[in-house]
T-cell receptor, first 118, second 111 residues
């Protein structure tokens, strides 16, 4: 099992360009998450999906869109990249889903995408 | 910000010493988790303690939880150079699996 995979590993964009970060998990998990990590800020949740077909905003959703394509895949799109979106992006998944357990499942993380916006 | 806080922000110790990291959170929780991140890598889950538990052990790790103070601590005993990493606490509530992460403690263990 590969766990959680993310592509690309590195990306450089110019301001105003768009791109999609891809994430896939092979653990049959219900929930998937996108975080950004900035120095001294820990991880901040951008969007999450508690089950296939549902998505919800996290703490910092502005400037991003997401798609839960199927149970395996959860993509993050930057429509018009800005320098403030320079960050390391992590995708994660967990077994729990909406209306299910008390959210006590652990999260499994991908290796991250390092994005620089010039 | 919903984020919790961790202290210290950085900790440097000698191999064999114990390392203690503290975490505070803001809302009622179902569980408190600790994760480890090696430089340039994703986070790896270490241990989970539920809101009705006060202490939990896993190998050289000991976690305590005080829900009245909304705080938790992670103790790593007999530290090794390989323990050098950043450590994050994360609080879980609701039933979506969503977590709120602290800002992390960077631990350096000198051989």
């Amino acid at each position: 099992n590969a766990g959680v995979t993310q592509t690309p590993k590195f990306q450089v964009l110019k301001t105003g360009q768009s791109m999609t970060l891809q994430c896939a998990q092979d653990m049959n998990h219900n929930s998937m998450y996108w975080y950004r990590q900035d120095p001294g800020m820990g991880l901040r949740l951008i969007y999450y999906s508690a089950s296939e077909g549902t998505t919800d905003k996290g703490e910092v959703p502005n400037g991003y869109n997401v798609s839960r394509l199927n149970k395996r895949e959860f993509s993050l799109r930057l429509e018009s990249a800005a320098p403030s979106q320079t960050s390391v992006y992590f995708c994660a998944s967990s077994e729990s889903g909406s209306g299910g357990s008390l959210g006590t499942d652990t999260q499994y993380f991908g290796p991250g995408t390092r994005l620089t916006v010039l | 910000s919903q984020q919790g806080e961790e202290d210290p922000q950085a900790l440097s110790i000698q191999e064999g010493e114990n390392a203690t990291m503290n975490c505070s959170y803001k809302t009622s929780i179902n569980n408190l988790q600790w994760y480890r991140q090696n430089s340039g890598r994703g986070l790896v889950h270490l241990i989970l303690i539920r809101s009705n538990e006060r202490e939990k052990h896993s190998g050289r790790l000991r976690v305590t939880l005080d829900t009245s103070k909304k705080s938790s601590s992670l103790l790593i005993t007999a530290s090794r150079a390989a323990d050098t990493a950043s450590y994050f606490c994360a609080s879980g509530s609701g039933n979506t699996g969503k977590l709120i992460f602290g800002q992390g403690t960077t631990l350096q263990v000198k051989p």
